[in-house]
């Protein structure tokens, strides 16, 4: 186990032991806006030396070092006392127009809490946070990998878990869209920022030198609109080595459908909209008559289709009621298939997005400014012996090789099939098409399937009696 893996598991046993904090999520929050003040810390550092008459937007005696980095500074009641009259009222409050670094703190700050009450745990929890170094890039990068796996664990915090995507979904969409350096990239509900770290990390493979690492900082941008995963995610990035992370706070769905014009427009968007969400009343009157929806995800997807450049790309997260939907879901299909060619739809199996949700989910792929002709599915499989999957067996991004050799050399095979347009207008537009290749399941009728329930229920009944009996008898 890693210093640092000890770390996190300390701060975590530490913060268990204080009555302000009360399950996963408050204590992923709290750990989080503490780290990302260190971390914050630790950029200054550097920017001090790269950045030419550098002024920090933080006040001198609220900056970390002076007052969190001495192992016996302020502790107990008066460090709380300072925490919540001095440091939250101030970032809460700082002026965004000081600098880009004062508008990503304020953001940060806007609606996250301190909830530790006890200031000796508290000053616990500081010391340990002092051990990671930042501008090393070795604890950097496995900080990195940790920082995955907390956000993992707010799949088992409730709702929480709606802000976090399987890293290897993440990756193979990236990898399959494959962008490119300078084009625009955004997640409009970027939850923890898994396909912006994805994407980074894909793209700055590109990068030969300074002014091309602007350029990619740049274009890669993510919106959300809750305040815990809009902290994770600006964090993220900063992990990943951006300086001014671009992650605004706010919900899309609530500007006007026709107020977006040419200068909106994108190359690439990937995304994992919320599914099974509902919108507050009024959002869906911002969108078109035939698209007015409380939903979530189809408010997303009609948005998404606007905002895509001529020739712009997506990879998409949908459940499977978007595909068989009928009423608004069919007319935004139609949508769909008349302006973008939606050449692929990856099924997913059940399990997915366990323990979060249990939903069957498909991977959408498409490219706006042209019709669809035809739809390649494929099925994804189980790796050989799982059944499903859960928290210690997730899905590997080694499964998708299987697709990504598929990919540029399709054929119709027990996984993979094409649908036409055509075929497509016949069903009404409903996409959720069964594998061909595989045996249907051969279903009695209702009456013969009741039939048997009955007959069933009634040994179970006699079972049930004969067992009674027994034990009166042995008890007698």
């Known amino acids: ?101 004062a508008k990503i703190i304020r953001s940060v700050f806007d609606d996250t809490y301190n909830f530790m009450k006890n200031g000796t745990l508290f000053r616990q929890v500081i010391n340990v946070i002092n051990q990671i170094d930042f501008n090393d890039s070795k604890e950097s990068h496995v900080f ?31 990898d399959i869209i494959n ?23 894909h793209v700055r493979n590109q990068v030969k030198d300074y002014t091309q690492r602007d350029v990619l900082q740049k274009s890669i941008r993510g919106i959300e609109k809750k305040p815990l995963p809009h902290l994770l995610c600006t964090t993220n990035l900063m992990l990943h080595g951006f300086d001014l992370p671009v992650v605004r706070r706010d919900n899309l769905l609530s500007k006007p459908y026709a107020d977006w014009g040419a200068k ?39 948005l998404i289709i606007k905002l895509l450049k001529d020739k712009g790309r997506c990879a998409i997260v949908l459940p499977d009621g978007t595909l068989f939907g009928e009423g608004m879901k069919t007319r935004l299909k139609e949508e769909l298939l008349d302006k973008c060619n939606l050449h692929t739809i990856v099924r997913l199996p059940n ?57 540029n050399k399709r054929v119709e095979n027990e996984y993979a099939w094409k649908v036409s347009i055509e075929d497509i207008k016949k069903r009404n537009y409903n996409l959720d098409i069964k594998n061909p290749h595989q045996e249907v399941d051969n279903l009695e009728s209702p009456e013969v399937i009741l039939e048997k329930f009955r007959t069933t229920e009634q040994k179970i009944s006699s079972i049930q009696d004969e067992i009674i009996n027994v034990l009166t008898e042995a008890l007698k």
């Open 144 to 174: 990195n990998d940790l920082y995955e796996t907390i956000l993992k664990d707010l799949q088992s915090a409730g709702s929480s878990g709606e802000y976090y995507t399987p890293r290897a979904v993440t990756q193979f969409m990236v």
């Open 1 to 101: 186990m890693s210093n640092i893996t000890t770390n996190i598991k300390g701060i975590r046993d530490i913060m268990r032991k204080d009555t302000g904090v009360d399950g996963d999520a408050q204590r992923i929050s709290q750990m989080v806006w503490m780290l990302f003040m260190k971390i914050f810390a630790d950029k200054e550092e550097e920017w001090e030396i790269t950045i030419d008459d550098y002024q920090s937007p933080i006040p001198e005696h609220l900056k970390w070092q002076n007052w969190a980095a001495d192992d016996e500074g302020l502790t107990g009641d008066a460090l709380m006392e300072f925490i919540e009259t001095e440091l939250f009222p101030a970032l809460k409050e700082l002026d965004i127009t000081l600098s880009p670094q």
């Open 264 to 302: 909106d427009k994108l190359d690439i968007i990937l995304s994992n909209p919320p599914f099974g969400g509902v919108e507050e009343d009024g959002t869906e009157t911002n969108f078109p008559k035939k698209f007015r929806t409380k939903e979530t995800a189809d408010l997303f997807l009609a």
């Open 179 to 201: 962008p490119q350096l300078g084009e625009s990239v955004l997640d409009p509900a970027c939850g923890t920022g898994g396909f912006l770290t994805c994407t980074i990390d």
């Open 351 to 407: 399990g997915v997005f366990n323990p979060y949700t249990s939903i069957k989910t498909n991977l959408l792929f498409f490219e706006k400014g042209t019709p669809t002709k035809d739809v390649w599915y494929y099925e994804h499989q189980y790796p050989k012996g799982a059944k499903s999957y859960n928290k210690t067996k997730p899905i590997n991004i080694k499964e998708f090789d299987v697709e990504k050799k598929w990919w």
